[in-house]
Antibody, heavy 120, light 107 residues
Framework: QVTLKESGPGILQPSQTLSLTCTFS??????????VGWIRQPSGKGLEWLAN???????YYNPSLKNRLTISKDTSNNQAFLKITNVDTADTATYYC????????????WGQGTLVTVSS | DIQMTQSPASLSASLGETVTIECLAS??????LAWYQQKPGKSPQLLIY???SLQDGVPSRFSGSESGTQYSLEINSLQSEDAATYFC?????????FGAGTKLELK
């Protein structure tokens, strides 16, 4: 059974760095073809893809966030991470991690999401 | 970036009816199109991938089709539990992009 769960700080101040953790089970990020992606959704709005990381440590980022994103993984502990630097109120959203598999895959399994609020 | 233009933004339908939601891709995405259902307070759930493949466990009243760069999600015999917001997503090229969503209300 594939499960994913996001965790984050809940609230942080503008200009700080947001650190998110995705803890998963039912698959391994050391397995060929596996990956984890991050997606966010402001309340009442649409979905925005942020980044993907693959079993071979290949990484892809949404260029709209320029160089603020860093995705990484800890294969031994079944975790993936996302850092967003210099946050502002526009980064307030629910952040999801999701599993991807194979070439050109959709997001087949999603975590429950973690709400992050940026406020001074 | 590939733009996904989704329509309508909202629709209202009755139980048992059939509805269609569409997404127009700004360029060829070679059938790499997924549909998700999202209920309030929940994470999105994958319904359809590769334009027309039904995800395991998804009722057969959901179906996907394509015509050129136009992709459609059809829901037959609407049930009360189908009230939700539906999103399309292209998974052909980076950056992955989503449609703006369609809110389906049951009368």
């Amino acid at each position: 059974q594939v499960t994913l769960k996001e965790s984050g700080p809940g609230i942080l101040q503008p200009s700080q760095t947001l650190s998110l953790t995705c803890t998963f089970s039912g698959f391994s990020l050391s397995t060929y073809g596996m990956g984890v992606g991050w997606i966010r959704q402001p309340s009442g709005k649409g979905l925005e893809w942020l980044a993907n990381i693959w079993w071979d440590d290949d990484k892809y980022y949404n260029p709209s966030l320029k160089n603020r994103l860093t995705i990484s993984k800890d294969t031994s502990n079944n975790q993936a991470f996302l850092k967003i630097t210099n946050v502002d109120t526009a980064d307030t959203a629910t952040y999801y991690c999701a599993r991807i598999e194979g070439s050109s895959p959709p997001f087949a399994y999603w975590g429950q999401g973690t709400l992050v609020t940026v406020s001074s | 970036d590939i733009q996904m233009t989704q329509s309508p933004a909202s629709l209202s339908a009755s139980l048992g009816e059939t509805v269609t939601i569409e997404c127009l891709a700004s360029e060829d995405i070679y059938s790499n199109l997924a549909w998700y259902q999202q209920k309030p307070g929940k994470s999105p759930q994958l319904l359809i991938y590769d334009a027309s493949s039904l995800q395991d466990g998804v009722p057969s009243r959901f179906s996907g089709s394509e015509s050129g760069t136009q992709y459609s999600l059809e829901i037959n015999s609407l049930q009360s539990e189908d009230a939700a917001t539906y999103f399309c997503q292209q998974h052909h090229d980076y950056p992955y992009t989503f449609g703006a969503g369609t809110k389906l209300e049951l009368k």
